[in-house]
C-alpha cells in the first residue's frame, strides 16, 4: 500500500500532494500503536488528599452574624456596628483588608493576627449623609482563610429629617 501512495504521489499537483500528505500525516496519527496514559486514580485521590489537609489546617474566620440591619434612621446620622468573628481553624489568622462598598462606610479593625480559638472584632461606620431610601452596603473581610474572601452586608432604611 505504501508504494501505491508514493506513485500516485508523483501523478498530482502541487495542491493535491500537499492535500495528500496531510491526510498521510493524519492517517499516520490515527494509527498510531502507543499506549495513552490514563490518569493514576490513587496520585488524584493523594492530591485531594494533600489539598484537603493544607485547608484542614488553614485558619478558619466564624461570624456571629454576616448581616446587620440598622432599621430606619434619620439622614445625616451615623451608626456602627460590630461583626465579632472567632478563629475556629488550627492556624492565626490575620485579617489583610476590610473593603466596602461605599465611601459612606468606613472599617476599623486590627492586623494582629488572631489566634485559634480565640475572638477579633471588625468595626463598621455608616454615615447616612446624603443618603436617602433603602440602602444594602457590602463589606469585604480579606484573610488568610479558605475562601480568601468574606462578604458582610449592611441594612438600612435612611429617611429625611
Same mark, same amino acid.
Given at each position: 500500500?505504501?508504494?501505491? /501512495? =508514493?506513485?500516485? &504521489?508523483? @501523478?498530482?499537483?502541487? *495542491?493535491?500532494?500537499?492535500? !495528500?500528505?496531510? !491526510?498521510?500525516?493524519?492517517?499516520? +496519527? !490515527?494509527? *498510531?500503536?502507543? #499506549?495513552? $496514559? ?11 488528599? =494533600? ?16 448581616? &446587620? ?11 456602627? @456596628?460590630?461583626? @465579632?468573628?472567632?478563629?475556629?481553624? #488550627?492556624?492565626?489568622?490575620?485579617? &489583610? ?6 465611601? !459612606?462606610?468606613? %472599617?476599623?479593625? %486590627? $492586623?494582629?493576627?488572631?489566634?485559634? #480559638? #480565640?475572638? +477579633?472584632? /471588625? ?7 446624603? $443618603?436617602? +431610601? $433603602?440602602? %444594602? *452596603? ?7 482563610? &479558605?475562601?480568601?474572601? =468574606? ?11
Amino acid at each position: 500500500m505504501n508504494n501505491l /501512495i =508514493i506513485h500516485t &504521489y508523483f @501523478y498530482l499537483s502541487g *495542491n493535491q500532494k500537499l492535500i !495528500c500528505m496531510l !491526510c498521510c500525516i493524519l492517517l499516520w +496519527g !490515527c494509527t *498510531n500503536n502507543s #499506549k495513552s $496514559k490514563t490518569p493514576d486514580i490513587d496520585n488524584y485521590i493523594s492530591d485531594i488528599e =494533600i489539598i484537603n489537609q493544607q485547608k484542614s489546617d488553614m485558619p478558619e474566620i466564624l461570624f456571629d452574624h454576616l448581616s &446587620y440591619d440598622f432599621g430606619e434612621i434619620t439622614q445625616g446620622e451615623q451608626r456602627s @456596628y460590630i461583626f @465579632y468573628f472567632k478563629n475556629v481553624g #488550627k492556624s492565626n489568622l490575620i485579617i &489583610y483588608n476590610v473593603d466596602t462598598s461605599c465611601g !459612606c462606610t468606613s %472599617s476599623m479593625f %486590627s $492586623k494582629d493576627p488572631v489566634l485559634p #480559638k #480565640k475572638e +477579633g472584632e /471588625i468595626a463598621i461606620t455608616f454615615d447616612s449623609k446624603g $443618603k436617602s +431610601g $433603602k440602602i %444594602s *452596603n457590602h463589606v469585604v473581610v480579606s484573610a488568610n482563610t &479558605y475562601p480568601a474572601q =468574606i462578604v458582610l452586608t449592611l441594612h438600612a432604611n435612611v429617611v429625611n429629617p
